[in-house]
């Protein structure tokens, strides 16, 4: 069964910073990785998608990267600002059945 | 921009009580989801469905059931809500195995 893992939980960071979310997954076998982003009470805004066949994506000042062996995904947002405050969540498509399993989440913090 | 709404924001049931929740894409997409996310929990998938009139349990479909008549419509169905029914509910679409857009939820509190 995939699970999926998101290091750190909780990330407090001064505005300015180049900061990195981690995201690892345990099959390999995947259709694609997804970048979500949650607000407090609402729902998820997908940020980026990476299919298998794809190393990185890219929009605006963020990056995300893919390592299917390894089972590894970053997300590296530049220049962070206090409107990126916010949960990230990770999620793989996967499995004869096609769910999306997804990471508990890294909360983010940017302080003006 | 694709769009999936929810029939509700917020949402107050009594124990009991038949609880219906709707959700409307506006993309033509095949793939439809309904999860319910808990805080500790994470987001589980409750069900899914690829077409119409097809329905697939998820990780948690006890106390639930689905209906999808119509391709752009899905409707998740608490038969007998009870407390630990309180929860929010994202529904989610997708064409084949692209990205899943999700609508703004539906936070539902059983009493």
């Known amino acids: 069964k995939q699970e999926v893992t998101q290091i750190p939980a909780a990330l407090s960071v001064p505005e300015g910073e180049n900061l990195v979310l981690n995201c690892s997954f345990t099959?390999?076998?995947?259709?694609?990785l997804q970048w979500f982003r949650q607000d407090p009470g609402k729902g998820l805004t997908s940020l980026l998608l990476i299919q298998s066949s794809q190393r990185e994506q890219t929009s605006g000042r963020l990056n995300a990267s893919l390592d299917k062996s390894s089972g590894r995904s970053t997300l590296y947002i530049a220049a962070s600002q206090p409107g990126d405050s916010a949960t990230y969540l990770c999620?793989?498509?996967?499995?004869?059945?096609?769910?999306?399993?997804f990471g508990s989440g890294t909360q983010l913090t940017v302080l003006p | 921009d694709v769009k999936v709404t929810q029939s509700s924001r917020y949402l107050v049931k009594r124990t009991g009580e038949k609880v219906f929740l709707e959700c409307v894409q506006d993309?033509?997409?095949?793939?439809m989801f309904w999860y319910r996310q808990d805080p500790g929990l994470g987001l589980r998938l409750i069900y899914f469905s690829y077409d119409v009139k097809m329905k697939e349990k998820g990780d948690i479909p006890e106390g639930y059931s689905v209906s999808r008549e119509k391709k752009e419509r899905f409707s998740l169905i608490l038969e007998s809500a009870s407390t630990n029914q309180t929860s929010m509910y994202l529904c989610a679409s997708s064409s084949d195995v692209s990205e899943q857009y999700f609508g703004p939820g539906t936070r539902l509190t059983v009493t």
């Open positions: 999620a793989v498509l996967s499995g004869s059945a096609r769910q999306l399993t």
């Open positions: 993309m033509d997409h095949e793939n």
């Open positions: 099959d390999s076998a995947i259709y694609n």
